[in-house]
């Protein structure tokens, strides 16, 4: 069976199989859900569609009224299971404290496949493991002077704490000359100002001898095209 060709339907039959198999009963487009599968007082929800999307998220949301054992179940995509975008849509229903079935299909038959149960989602723990990540988030806002980027842009080049720590040094050598990494963070540049002068990742700064730099001709256009925030850095500077 093709892809292009599965029909919501077509996923009843092999998720059917797979509960009975677990001894429960099966029932069809029950109150309007898809399907119901029943043992003693155990109630499974399952809500089948060809595309895992926002009105199945929400349709799937709404049965955890009645049981909190609720899937979701689509055909198996077409792309990587190991992809970003699987990995992504995985967190999402499990987010949501939601299952996962995917059913595939070989030589005209479904196989339903168990992907995630339905679980409690520690939101604590989530946290906890993110907090690498939540740190950089509250370093890279600590590193910048202020709000010189516009969300939701794309293609769009963004200011980092790490270019303005650049256009800092940068301003520095071009009012003071040639300095040393010690007198720049003296000046306020911060403590990765050597890290910055030794990868140059622009091209901004050149090494005149060990231990002192001075700012290059790409450097000086690069401040042309910053100028207001050279003109905030010139002002510290002079302060």
């Known amino acids: ?10 996923l009843y039959l092999p998720i059917q199989r797979y509960f ?11 109150n309007d859900c898809d399907l119901a599968a029943v043992k003693a007082e155990e109630l499974i929800l399952v809500e089948l569609k060809l595309r895992l999307n926002v ?8 049965r955890q009224r009645y049981t ?8 198996k995509p077409s792309y990587s299971l190991r992809s970003k975008k699987w990995k992504d849509l995985c967190y999402l229903v499990k987010r949501l404290e939601l299952g996962l079935i995917i059913v595939s299909f070989r030589q005209g ?18 946290m906890k493991q993110s907090k690498k990540k939540r ?5 890279e806002i600590a590193g910048r002077s202020g709000d010189h980027n516009v ?10 704490a790490y270019k303005e720590r650049c256009i800092h040094i940068a301003c520095c050598l071009e009012r003071k000359g040639q300095l040393s990494p010690k007198i720049l963070r003296e000046m306020g540049t911060g403590d990765k100002t050597l890290s910055i002068l030794n990868k140059n990742y622009y091209g901004w700064f050149k090494r005149v001898e060990r231990g002192t730099y001075t700012l ?10 910053h100028e207001a925030l050279s003109e905030y850095y010139y002002t510290k500077i002079e302060d």
């Open 20 to 30: 009975l198999k677990q001894g429960f009963e099966v029932y069809g487009e029950v």
């Open 135 to 139: 740190d950089r988030i509250l370093a």
């Open 55 to 62: 009105d199945l998220l929400i349709q799937a949301a709404k």
């Open 109 to 126: 038959k479904g196989y339903a496949e168990m992907k995630m149960e339905p679980a409690s989602f520690d939101r604590g723990k989530s």
């Open 151 to 160: 969300g939701g842009v794309n293609k769009t080049k963004i200011m980092t």
């Open 216 to 225: 290059s001709e790409t450097g000086k256009k690069g401040l042309l095209m």
């Open 1 to 10: 069976m093709k892809q292009d060709k599965i029909l919501e339907k077509d």
């Open 68 to 75: 909190e054992q609720v899937y979701i179940a689509i055909p």
